[in-house]
């Protein structure tokens, strides 16, 4: 047991800090629950057709959510670890079910009919979400939660700086670094003891990762102001991430610009539903 505890523990506290999983599985549901809707063209659905469309979701959720899980173990090397271990083979497999049914079951579950029923019936609200944008060569250079600079594995630690305007803030040598929105605000950054913005605060915080210093502090920078993060010269490359997925690398001696932009997304959610009553329900009373 105490094996299957650890593998838990470590797989919740690497989803808490990279929320790869959980946004992902939510973004399928909700895509596929929008599908049904108009496919099956209904206002409402009830009965064996609302259980189906229900299973179906949570089926295909369930797999995407295995699929991730599983990713972090293949590319660090984690089962060729835990193969060495002196733990029985099946502590793996029962932890990471344990894990993908928490992340499955991360809607209340005594409002989950109410909450099927009035989105199929549109008793929803839409909020405008802002995001980070970087000058980078891909097709969609854009973060809802959070734009991330981080070592490579089994690397030299980073020694990353970066510039509000034109001005230097922070130089450290670090794990990493990230900027957040208030909507990622609760995940990467939350991990490195970063503020909380609350959902329609206009800026975004930037912290970093394992700083080899006590005087890092995280900042929360205005909207208007770009950042300019630089890795040093001589250092090794750092890897670049937006919302979890890989972006590109920093080359030493370069730099990249990150600028704030307001209502590139939009969220629906359910009419009266609080930021600051679900912070208390999702992380307890702050003091």
């Not at 299957?4 to 939510?26: C, G, Q, W, Y």
Request: proline residues 5%; negative net charge.
């Amino acid at each position: 047991m105490s094996a299957i505890a650890a593998l838990v523990r470590k797989d919740l506290a690497l989803e808490l800090r990279t929320r790869e999983s959980v946004p992902s599985m939510f973004l399928f549901s909700l895509s596929t629950f929008v599908l049904f809707r108009f496919g099956l063209d209904r206002k409402t659905l009830e009965g064996d057709l609302a259980s189906g469309v229900l299973w179906v979701t949570l089926l295909f959720a369930a797999v995407l959510g295995m699929n991730r899980l599983f990713l972090a173990e293949r590319e660090e090397g984690g089962f060729d670890a835990f193969l060495l271990a002196p733990v029985d083979r099946t502590s793996l497999f029962v932890a990471k079910a344990a894990v993908l049914f928490g992340f499955l079951a991360a809607v209340e579950r005594e409002q989950l009919t109410d909450g099927l029923r009035r989105a199929f019936s549109g008793d929803y609200e839409v909020m405008d979400l802002p995001a980070l944008r970087a000058d980078l060569p891909v097709d969609l250079p854009v973060a809802l939660n959070d734009v991330s600079f981080v070592r490579r594995p089994h690397g030299r630690v980073a020694e990353l700086s970066y510039a509000i305007g034109e001005e230097e803030v922070g130089s450290v040598r670090c794990d990493g670094l990230v900027a957040a929105t208030p909507a990622g605000s609760t995940g990467y950054n939350l991990a490195n003891a970063g503020p909380i913005l609350a959902w329609g605060v206009k800026g975004y915080v930037v912290s970093f990762i394992a700083p080899h210093t006590l005087a890092a502090r995280a900042l929360v920078v205005a909207p208007g102001d770009a950042l300019q993060v630089r890795n040093a010269a001589g250092r090794e490359p750092v890897e670049i991430s937006l919302d979890g997925e890989g972006a590109g690398e920093l080359a030493p001696g370069d730099e990249l610009v990150i600028r704030f932009e307001e209502s590139v997304s939009c969220l629906a959610q359910l009419p009266g539903a609080n930021f600051y009553h679900r912070i208390r329900e999702k992380f307890g009373q702050l003091a």
